[in-house]
């Protein structure tokens, strides 16, 4: 039996890097201070830290995003504005970021994003990443009435749209950083 997509480890593992011309630990405010990911991100348009303590392991944060229409405008994703949950789960200073997205229950999934940092002669390297392991709730509830071809449509087609979030969000971070 051949596996399908929903069962192929990892989903997504998506990357994107640039180089800012600030310390690790100047980056690193930055990007753990998700409440300002509006300032930044393609979808999230703010949010806050709900418990815990902010940017600590452990600590969630809810997200409010927005989706257009059009972004990958054939498949059943949400659209227009909807919230989620994320945890903590890597917070070094001046090194790694990460948070997982929750499930309805309020535990992590296997859906994790991140900032990673590395000092570059005068400045860093900031890497974002997405690397999603075994399907979330949303993603066997778009794929669930889906064939295989159409399947593979929405893998490839959302891998390039993180691809291009990825992107544009380092890019985002860079002029907010190097213009201050």
């Known amino acids: 039996m051949t596996p399908t997509n929903t069962q192929i480890t990892p989903l997504f593992d998506v990357r994107a890097r640039t180089r800012i011309a600030a310390t690790p630990a100047e980056v690193y405010a930055v990007v753990s201070d998700l409440p300002r990911s509006a300032e930044w991100s393609t979808e999230c348009t703010g949010g806050a830290w709900v418990s815990g303590r902010p940017a600590t392991v452990g600590a969630v944060f809810r997200g409010e995003n927005l989706r257009a229409e059009d972004v990958v405008a054939w498949a059943p994703v949400v659209r227009g504005t909807w919230h989620t949950e994320s945890q903590v789960v890597a917070a070094e200073p001046g090194r790694v970021f990460r948070w997982a997205m929750r499930d309805s229950a309020g535990d992590p999934q296997d859906s994790v994003w991140s900032y990673e940092i590395a000092p570059d002669g005068d400045g860093c390297v900031l890497v974002h990443g997405l690397r999603m392991g075994t399907a979330t709730e949303g993603i ?4 669930a009435g889906m ?34």
């Open 147 to 180: 064939d295989e071809a159409t399947r593979k449509r929405f893998f490839a087609d959302w891998t390039e749209k993180l691809a291009g979030d990825l992107l544009a969000t380092l890019h985002r971070i860079k002029a907010l950083i190097e213009k201050a």
């Open 140 to 143: 066997r509830g778009i794929t």
